[in-house]
């Protein structure tokens, strides 16, 4: 056996999430649907670097597998990929050693959310970013971002359903940039709590609308009470865009 392991990207508008689950269309099924043909039926299970919820797209998605057949690069690359459906493609197949996991060796990852601002809505953006067409004073936001970089509880910017009990995270970066009627937000982190991004994206909305003070930030994140940030913002804006290693 040899372990592969592998970057993925998807459109997350067709899927019920990442991870297989009874009922729902997911990347994970398709993914290992597609190995088990090239392994004539036998189950070849995938682990991957986290898991995204219905509507969340990657470009960078990574997982790792084994498999009995050994083939370079770009043959597994061009087998999956004409085994899978068009909305998901493998960018890469690598050979990595042994004890290489695609999640916990993971140590750290890059997010984007795209906001369209534009008044009207676009039905050909609606799947690829969240519509806010509310005034927002930007700079307010990016000072907002300022308050969230860091090493915190993110407690206040996770969902309730969050398994974790250790919610110390790092933010190191955050960045905010806007052309035209989109906004790119930008984080990176050495890891991030189940809903944390969206949180973190719908509460500076709300700094930018004037529904919560910049100066408050500091205060709902030492709150660790996630009544105290702002609305969860939509999946259709996020990408987990790198895993890094």
């Known amino acids: 056996m040899k372990r592969y392991k592998g970057i993925v990207a998807y459109d997350g508008s067709g899927f019920s999430g990442y991870q297989i689950q009874p009922n729902g269309r997911t990347v994970q099924e398709e993914l290992e649907k597609a190995l088990g043909k090239m392994h004539k039926g036998a189950e070849v299970s995938i682990v991957a670097s986290g ?6 797209h990657a470009k960078g998605q990574v997982i790792h597998f084994d498999s009995t057949l050994q083939l370079p690069s770009e043959r597994w690359v061009k087998a999956l990929n004409g085994l899978l459906p068009g909305d998901i493609s493998l960018m890469q197949v690598d050979s990595v050693s042994s004890d290489f996991h695609a999640r916990f060796d993971a140590s750290g990852k890059t997010y984007k959310y795209v906001v369209y601002t534009g008044s009207v809505r676009d039905p050909f953006k609606r799947h690829y970013a969240a519509h806010h067409p509310y005034k927002l004073d930007i700079e307010k ?8 970089i860091g090493t915190h509880d993110y407690t206040s910017f996770c969902s309730a359903k969050t398994d974790m009990d250790n919610k110390v995270r790092t933010v190191s970066k955050i960045s905010i940039e806007q052309k035209d009627d989109e906004i790119v937000f930008t984080f990176t982190g050495n890891g991030f709590l189940y809903n ?3 949180i973190m994206v719908g509460t500076m909305l709300d700094v930018g609308t004037g529904k919560i003070e910049v100066e408050s930030i500091p205060a709902i994140l030492a709150g660790r009470d996630r009544t105290l940030a702002g609305k969860t913002a939509p999946a259709e804006g996020l990408y987990l865009w790198e895993v890094y290693y």
Do not use: F, I, N, P
């Open 141 to 148: 936001v990016k000072k907002a971002s300022e308050c969230l």
């Open 196 to 198: 944390m991004v969206r």
């Open 51 to 56: 898991r995204t919820d219905a509507g969340v």
